[in-house]
């Protein structure tokens, strides 16, 4: 390991030879160039799929750019959320201050768009500014009779991570302040964000097992569902990074218990459905889980084994937003033959980490907060045949001159539950395997 910045030794270890516990959770080291986006694109990511909000960011109109669209979130209703709203602060704005703008773009969207809600991003300028957000958020508020909420995220002031707290800071004045009834067996899905309409699927499997989902935070979100979370019974959680911080929340204020599962791969997914029944001690519950799990894997494995036969030998490299995903992905390439050589991610936490490294075999390397020259450095190392990330992972992949899959927040193909397992399985066959590699070498 001769590539990277001695700073960061503490946050890269390969099983089976070293034995330091992983140092994540850290500010990004300075010329470092991460792979993580700032503390406005992780509010920004998280809230936006609420279909029937506004979303309006108070800053220059590159911070808006760079959001926009930034997730194949789907809605079944209402599309605000695809719109990208921004105050396009100019230099006389940032000299003498942009809330009467800020206040004259509000009111405006407002009546034009009519939401249930609105969310006001801050961004760096801003928080070097100073506008105060919150009292023209309240303003607005109070003449239109709606929630206009502000998400005070300047992008300097932390990590991707600490956007996601802001964000669920912002959910959390909402829940509360609704007050739909609810049925018996009623849980929230937190964490998933209707990627390719992947909640959609899970909707389906829980309606089999008689399971009412009362909010979807944020996938396909609505704000008056959010409104009436606290009702709900359990908490469901999947991208546990993103959303962990919220459940708590609602754990303490209205007692509502919740769970961390994880929709990726087989295993995974018929755990998430065994835990929900289990949860709430029915035997009925649990009866249509099996039935649904069994009815999958007959369909399902026969097809697998096939890709398993063929992708037998392929290596992994996987870098990803949290850690808690990249657990699930280990397993699901396992269940195709493919041996994962490399895990990382932009926000993991250190119990995760340590599942990675008793679920890797010895000699893989895991990484936090990596940037381009480690990763390509060990990915080259370790031979990897494809690299699945994200956005800024796939030029990296195409660089060296592997296949890569995209498992990112911007996708568009649904790759959750068990048909998304069939869909990941297809596509790193057809990744891995496509003759132009030859061509690469
Ligand atoms: S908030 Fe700051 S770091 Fe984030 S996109 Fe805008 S200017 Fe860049």
Same mark, same amino acid.
């Given at each position: 390991m001769s590539t990277f910045l001695t700073e960061r030794e503490n946050q890269i270890f390969r099983t089976g030879k070293d034995v330091h516990t992983i140092n994540c959770s850290r500010p990004s080291l300075a010329? @470092?160039? @991460?792979q993580r986006a700032c503390v406005f694109c992780g509010s920004r990511v998280v809230l936006y799929p609420i279909a029937d909000a506004l979303h309006l960011i108070h800053g220059p109109i590159g911070c808006a750019a760079y959001t926009w669209d930034i997730r194949g979130a789907l809605s079944s209703g209402p599309e605000i959320h695809r719109l990208s709203f921004s105050t396009d602060l100019r230099e006389k704005d940032v000299v003498f201050g942009g809330e009467k703008k800020l206040y004259h773009s509000l009111s405006e969207l407002i009546d034009r768009y009519k939401p249930k809600a609105a969310f006001v991003y801050s961004t760096c300028i801003v928080g070097v500014i100073g506008d105060d957000l919150e009292a023209v958020c309240k303003k607005v508020s109070k003449e239109k009779g709606m929630p206009v909420i502000p998400?005070?995220?300047?992008?300097? &002031?932390?990590s991707k991570k600490d956007g996601y707290k802001i964000a669920c800071e912002s959910l959390a004045t909402l829940i509360g302040t609704g007050d739909l009834e609810v049925p018996k067996y009623s849980i929230n899905i937190l964490?998933?964000? &209707?990627?390719?309409?992947?909640l959609w699927m899970l909707l389906e499997y829980y309606k089999r097992m008689g399971i009412h989902v009362n909010a979807t935070i944020t996938g396909d979100g609505r704000v008056d569902a959010i409104r009436s979370?606290?009702?709900?019974?359990l908490n469901v959680v999947q991208c546990s990074g993103s959303m962990m911080y919220l459940a708590k929340i609602m754990k303490e204020k209205y007692g509502v218990p919740f769970m961390k599962v994880s929709y990726f791969g087989l295993e995974d997914m018929s755990d998430a459905l065994y835990e929900v029944a289990k949860f709430f001690k029915s035997d009925e519950l649990m009866a249509k889980a099996r039935e649904i799990v069994r009815e999958e894997f007959t369909r399902m494995m026969p097809i697998l084994k096939e890709y398993k036969e063929k992708l037998e030998g392929k290596k992994a490299a996987i870098y990803v937003g949290g850690s808690f995903k990249a657990i699930s992905l280990i397993k699901a390439l396992r269940l195709i033959g493919v041996k994962t050589v490399l895990v990382g991610s932009q926000t993991g936490t250190a119990d995760e980490y340590e599942i990675i490294r008793e679920l890797c075999d010895d000699d893989t390397i895991i990484v936090d907060d990596s940037n381009p020259i480690e990763l390509s450095t060990f990915v080259k190392e370790k031979q990897a045949d494809i690299f699945i990330g994200g956005v800024k992972e796939r030029p990296i992949a195409y660089k060296i001159g592997i296949g890569f899959c995209d498992h990112n927040h911007e996708r568009k193909e649904a790759l959750a539950g068990y048909e998304g397992m069939l869909n990941f399985a297809k596509e790193i066959y057809a990744t891995a395997m496509s003759p132009v590699w030859q061509f690469t070498k």
């Open positions: 010329g @470092s160039v @991460s998400v005070q995220a300047p992008g300097f &002031n932390g964490g998933d964000f &209707n990627l390719a309409g992947e979370a606290h009702k709900a019974s």
